[in-house]
């Protein structure tokens, strides 16, 4: 399968908890994405990573919530210091963009579901 | 920022008949408009898109148009069969940007 992979696929954890997601890209994709979707809504921009390089933050992103891209392909979204309100789905897409025109489209993983107790 | 309105929220047809979803947008620099099927379980998967430099396109039974003017894009399914019940979502962005702005998605069932 040479789709967005993300692991894991479930977690529960106890408030206050740690918890760190995975996400691998499509292989050669150079935008990643981290969006957050909660029970009956759509899914919404947490942050985005072009190669390396973290380039844009949503106002949703506490600063309990941390992302990386250390070598450009897959990443990782730690949550610290986990609350009740942290519960959703998180979901990771990639893409190949070309600077410039605007061609671009995002490939979403399966999620990973956080419940939070 | 930008804002996405999807309605309806819930749509229920006979097998065979026609959907259609309708979304609003609210910032005129959007030109890129994606709709994804999500699925139970499942993360959402790309089924058209359209840019801003036309008016229509089709996919099969699927179809999407857009009016700038008024800032409104439509999903149309034909001849629905009971695997196109889904979570539909539309979106958007702008043309200097990247990250998609999602509406709230409307629950198609399909009625064998």
Request: aromatic share 10%.
């Amino acid at each position: 399968d040479t789709g967005v992979s993300q692991d894991p696929r479930h977690k529960i954890t106890k408030r206050g908890q740690n918890v760190t997601f995975r996400c691998d890209p499509i292989s050669e994709h150079n935008r990643l994405y981290w969006y957050r979707q909660t029970l009956g809504q759509g899914p919404e921009f947490l942050t985005y990573f072009q190669n390396e390089a973290q380039l844009e933050k949503s106002r949703l992103l506490s600063d309990r919530f941390s992302a990386e891209r250390p070598k450009g392909s897959f990443s990782t979204l730690e949550i610290q210091r986990t609350e009740q309100g942290d519960s959703a789905m998180y979901l990771c897409a990639s893409s190949l963009a070309f600077t410039g025109t605007g061609k671009e489209t995002q490939y979403f993983g399966p999620g990973t579901r956080l419940l939070v107790l | 920022g930008e804002n996405v309105e999807q309605h309806p929220s819930t749509l229920s047809v006979q097998e065979g008949d026609s959907a259609v979803i309708k979304c609003t947008y609210s910032d005129s620099a959007s030109n890129y408009f994606p709709w994804y099927k999500q699925e139970l379980g499942k993360g959402p998967q790309l089924i058209i898109d359209i840019r801003s430099n036309v008016g229509e396109k089709k996919d099969q039974r699927i179809a999407v148009t857009l009016n700038k003017t008024a800032k409104h894009f439509s999903l149309h399914i034909t001849e629905t069969q009971p695997e196109d019940s889904a979570v539909y979502f539309c979106a958007a962005r702008k043309a200097a940007g990247n990250k998609l702005t999602f509406g709230g998605g409307t629950r198609v069932l399909v009625k064998p």
